[in-house]
């Protein structure tokens, strides 16, 4: 499958990287975005450690607002 749909990850590390992964897969044109090269943040300073009890997959963008976010 091939998209046109280009897609943009903030973020370069163990969720950035994995969430990029999946899309390319799917057929999406993906970039992503880090101001450090990948890897040099939290997926450096938790030695890439992946809880997924700690990641929600967002399907409402709404709820991010009500964080105050």
Do not use: W
């Not at 950035?16 to 090269?37: I, M, N, P, S, W």
């Not at 450096?44 to 991010?64: C, E, K, M, Q, T």
């Amino acid at each position: 499958m091939s998209n046109n749909i280009k897609v943009g990850i903030i973020g370069s590390g163990i969720q950035g990287v994995c969430c990029a992964l999946f899309l390319q897969k799917k057929g999406y044109q993906v970039t992503l975005f880090d101001r450090d090269e990948p890897g040099n943040a939290a997926s450096y300073g938790n030695a890439g450690h992946f809880s997924p009890y700690a990641s929600v997959p967002l399907n409402r963008p709404d709820v991010i607002t009500s964080f105050g976010i």
